[in-house]
C-alpha cells in the first residue's frame, strides 16, 4: 500500500523568506509524486509533478520540489514566500506507470505573513 | 477553456436519504476519479473510470455507494442511505489518456447530512 506524510499541520513564514513544506512517501514501485495546491472553496490546483529525471523539479508560481530516494522525501519548496502562497498544500504519490489512483497526504496550511 | 465542473456546489440531505452528484469532465478526457475529502483531511480516493468502465473501485467505502459514467463522459456519484459520516467534500478529477499522471480537478461538492 502507498502512503504519504506530511508532518507538519502548519507552516509560518514570513513573506520574502525561504518556505520548505515537507513530505515523505511510501510505494512499492517507482513513484510519481505530486504536489497540489487548494485555496479557499477552490479545486486543487496542480503544481509540479515528480516522474522520472532530474530529481529538482521546477513547477507554477516559482514552486520548486526536491526528490530524494534515500530518504523518501519530496520537500516543496520557495525561495522566496508571498502572502499570496497563504494556501493548503497536499503531497500525493501514485504507484508508477500502472497506478492510477493519488493517495494524499494530510495537507500542511502554509500561513505567510506579511 | 472548461475546467472540470461539479454539481451541486453544496447538498444538504437528511440521514437516509439518496444523493447523486454530477461530475463534468473537461472535454476529451478519458479517464475521471472521485475522492472524498473530509475536514482536515487529504483526499481520499474512491473510483477510477477509464472509459465508460470502472477501472479501478476499491476506494468506495461500502456498497451504499455507486458512480457510474455511461456514456464516457459525465459520471454521477451515487449514495444510498446517506449517513452523518458521509458528510464531507465530493472531488472529482479528469485526465487525459496517456496523461493520467496530471488530473484536473473540479471544485468539489459538499454535502451535509443532517
Known amino acids: 500500500a502507498q502512503s504519504v506524510a506530511q508532518p507538519e499541520d502548519q507552516v509560518n513564514v514570513a513573506e520574502g523568506n525561504p518556505l520548505t513544506v515537507k513530505c515523505t512517501y511510501s510505494?512499492?514501485?517507482?513513484?510519481?509524486l505530486f504536489w497540489y495546491v487548494q485555496y479557499p472553496n477552490r479545486g486543487l490546483q496542480f503544481l509540479l509533478k515528480?516522474?522520472?529525471?532530474?530529481?529538482l523539479v521546477k513547477g507554477s508560481y516559482g514552486f520548486e520540489a526536491e526528490f530524494n530516494k534515500s530518504q523518501t522525501s519530496f520537500h516543496l519548496k520557495k525561495p522566496s514566500a508571498l502572502v499570496s502562497d497563504s494556501a493548503l498544500y497536499f503531497c500525493?504519490?501514485?504507484?508508477?506507470?500502472?497506478?492510477?489512483?493519488?493517495?494524499f497526504g494530510g495537507g500542511t496550511r502554509v500561513l505567510v505573513k506579511p | 477553456g472548461a475546467g472540470v465542473s461539479q454539481t451541486p456546489s453544496n447538498k444538504v440531505t437528511e440521514k437516509g436519504k439518496y444523493v447523486e452528484l454530477r461530475c463534468d469532465p473537461i472535454?476529451?478526457?478519458?479517464?475521471l476519479y472521485w475522492y472524498r475529502q473530509s475536514l482536515g483531511q487529504g483526499p481520499e480516493f474512491l473510483i477510477y473510470?477509464?472509459?465508460?468502465?470502472?477501472?479501478?473501485d476499491s476506494g468506495l467505502p461500502n456498497d451504499r455507494f455507486f458512480a457510474v459514467r455511461p456514456e464516457g463522459s459525465v459520471s454521477t456519484l451515487k449514495i444510498q442511505r446517506t449517513e452523518r459520516g458521509d458528510s464531507a467534500v465530493y472531488l472529482c478529477?479528469?485526465?487525459?489518456?496517456?496523461?493520467?499522471?496530471?488530473?484536473?480537478f473540479g471544485p468539489g461538492t459538499r454535502l451535509t447530512v443532517l
Open positions: 478529477a479528469s485526465s487525459q489518456a496517456g496523461k493520467t499522471f496530471k488530473q484536473f
Open positions: 510505494v512499492s514501485g517507482n513513484p510519481y
Open positions: 515528480y516522474i522520472t529525471g532530474d530529481n
Open positions: 500525493a504519490v501514485r504507484e508508477g506507470a500502472a497506478g492510477n489512483k493519488l493517495t
Open positions: 472535454s476529451g478526457h478519458t479517464a
Open positions: 473510470f477509464q472509459g465508460t468502465g470502472a477501472a479501478d
